[in-house]
């Protein structure tokens, strides 16, 4: 249990930030799925036209630091590949 005023505000913060980045992570799984449906579907014009609002959503999300750059580009990669 905190006992100082910025020990308390420091705890309140933590739980707020660590729901946004639950919110963020959500968003990012979903992307990542309806990506994959597209794919395993054999939607490939589908996927192709996703493709542009995919990269948006996984530069904003990497941005703010829930998935690291290195695994956003290897998302990004492993797409593209998928589409040609």
Known sequence: MPNTKSAIRRTKKTKIQAT????????????????????TAGKIKEAQAFLPKFNTKLMKITKTGVIKKKNCFKKNFKNYKKNS
Do not use: L, P, Q
Request: aromatic share 10%; hydrophobic share 30%.
């Open 20 to 39: 946004v980045n639950k919110i963020r992570k959500s968003k990012y799984k979903s992307t990542v799925k309806e990506m994959t449906a597209y794919i």
